[in-house]
């Protein structure tokens, strides 16, 4: 263990595991859940973890609590994490709102599980991505990301902290029973000061403070309770001083900027992975544990000599809009296989303008689609 | 209120944010008073106004965070507990009060006020009840007697209350408390001393809200309220919370109930860290 409490070698843990070092790197010390399959291991880790740490592990009566917490705690100044599966991700869908209204730092880990409902909670399903960009009520941009494997929970969850630091906005880890119970080699690199980003403060002696006042990043700086601001803030629409602003000329002031503070930076938020695209007819687009099996069904393809290609989506919101949108000019099909009847594939249709086909490979959960299927539906198109 | 060398009047100038009046409230509304006396208590506790943060649900109780000169916090209608003990964990030097209404603390968010009062969480919950939501229009709430007319129990609540001090005492809370807002001058006093009590501390708040619930329930004036709480109060420091419970026209008990010590959820964490580090040490 380094000085600061974070890990560091080679591990061979599951992806839940990696997730809560991740956390534990990033700088998390305020972890609050309630127990669910399959999301239960990162809690349990956290648990073990922060006390030794100097951070604070509460399970609360529920998610909603968890969800408030983990917001009360990161406007003590503390980076803070909770861990869920869909029903709790259910749950959570309201101050998730608030997190964004107030454009409080934090992470939600969401385990999917199959649903709806209670489904099949210990088996695989990818079926909360659309939840995730539009689960709570109004308008309003979030970011989430996709990890594939236990490394890449680790790598996903330090960057996660750090966009949700960065941007003020809670950042959603769209992960899945399969990475997050798969054991893989994880190697966890010393991590710096320099590694970590930390929310944008007021500067002291720089006038009044006003909580929702934005230089052109579009990202006020965030003062913390207790530094003798005495500062508001509401979920209520607001002005720039935190104020409640019950007017539609205020609420248009707000929400543009919150979408547009997402929006603007997308090209700095948006991750994805491409494998053989250059020549691609044919490009099969995934995500999280889909996009191991996707990769591995191209390159069958590709044995056949058929030109596919593959993009992997890590960050799936905001949505890697333009990169599609290049693809589509110059590719005939995307196929987009995920463990849900059709969700991405609305969203790489609606950005493919027309250009390019889309075909859903839907799977309703429990476990993993065959490369067999996928490859069958390449080769269908290539027909 | 202020006294007569003019006390009062500062104390609102350092507590109140004066540029947010003038206040939403109804004329008559017990909230009002209720806010002057917590405004005090945060004077005479001698705490550090820039530590303490007050964290309020959704109601017109529930905008008492809007007007205070501190860290304030108005979260979503239920949630100002969760947040609280987040807030409170993440920083224990600072001091939580979460300020709300009864159908916010005991209805949607009771399940939170439960837990909190069991964890001993060091808080100190303010709750206005009025024995309906005001907010939304006077639909009948948690605390709303047998028979009271609310406007969606328009033949008579059919519903029993729940006794919040008895519920709280069961829970776990520490310190109890209720005065309506007749007794203001016992309100201060009982608002400072569960700032200071560490871990959880309750003070229910019997409040008028004549522009809905006192409409429909012959009370039609804030005076007509507190007429009937002057007729109808009995002071009873120390009753046990299961004779305390209130009804349509019965006696209004009030007083401090419970005043007990029991380790906070905060030492008890300071103590299993000091385990976690001392094991993790020895493997
Ligand atoms: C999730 C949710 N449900 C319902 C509402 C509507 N609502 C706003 S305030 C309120 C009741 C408030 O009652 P109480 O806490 O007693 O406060 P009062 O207005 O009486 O002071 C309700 C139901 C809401 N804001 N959020
Ligand atoms: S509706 Fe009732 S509780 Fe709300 S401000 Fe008016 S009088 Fe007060
Ligand atoms: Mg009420």
Redo the contacts with the bound molecule.
Sequence with gaps: MTDNGHLSGEFFINGDVACAEGAISAGCRFFAGYPITPATEIAERMSRRLPVVGGTYIQMEDEIASMNAILGASWAGVKSMTSTSGPGFSLMMENIGLGVMLETPCVVVDIQRAGPSTGLPTLVGQQDVMQARWGSHGSYEIIALSPDSPQHMFDLTVKAFNLSEKYRVPVLIMSDEVVGHMSEKVVIPEISAADLIYRKMPQIGSGPYHPYKADESLVPPMAIAGQGYRFHVTGLTHDESGYPAMTAAAQDRLITRLVDKIKTHADDIILYDEYMTDDAEIVVCAYGITSRIARYAVKLARQQGIKAGFLQLITLWPFAERRVRELASRVKTFIVPEINRGQIVYEVERCSCGKARSLSVPHSGGDVHKPETILAAIKECHA | MPDHEGNGHSIIAKYLRQDRLPHI??PA?G?GPALNCFLRAIDKSGLDPDKISVISGIG?SGRVAGYVKLDSFHTTHGRAIPFATGLKLANPELKAVVFSGDGDLAAIGGNHLIHAARRNVDMTVICIN?FNY??TGGQVGPTAPYDVRTSTTPYGNFESPFNLPLLLYASGATYIARWTVLHLHQLENTMTEALLKPGFSFVEVISP?????GRMNKEPEGLDSLKSYEKRSIIKNGADPKDVGITQNGPIIVGKFIDVDRPTLHTNLAVVAERAKKQVKNS
């Design positions: 409230w109804c509304c909230i017109c009025n005001g907010m809200c004549p522009a809905v619930y």
